[in-house]
């Protein structure tokens, strides 16, 4: 069974850092594409990034040159590193498993105010 658990939310000032994880288990995580949505009160869901299985990157505008995904294939376990966060930023982000069906975790907080 496939399980996406993030961690790492919480709250910051605008400007600060904070980096999210994702340990997938029940699939040969190193073969899949993975990446990163989130979902703002009252806004549809949005991809943030992608990163392939290979390592390719890709980016929303919004986000980029600030966040860097990344993967450890050896630890089944993708990252979110976000810096200079604006209160923009605010959103329940999720780990996402793509393939044939596209798989997300149950999401973490993230909140950017003064």
């Known amino acids: 069974q496939v399980q996406l658990v993030e961690s790492g939310g919480g709250s910051v000032q605008p400007g600060g850092s904070l980096r999210l994880s994702c340990a997938a288990s029940g699939f040969d995580f190193s073969r899949y594409d993975m990446g990163w949505d989130r979902q703002a009160p009252g806004k549809q869901r949005e991809l943030v990034a992608r990163?392939?299985?290979?390592?390719?990157?890709y980016y929303a505008d919004s986000v980029k040159g600030r966040f860097t995904i990344s993967r450890d294939n050896a630890k089944n376990t993708l990252y979110l590193q976000m810096k200079n966060l604006k209160p923009e930023d605010t959103a329940v982000y999720y780990c996402?498993?793509?393939?044939?069906?596209?798989?997300w975790g149950q999401g973490t907080q993230v909140t950017v105010s003064s």
């Open positions: 990163i392939t299985a290979d390592g390719t990157t």
């Open positions: 996402t498993k793509l393939g044939a069906k596209t798989s």
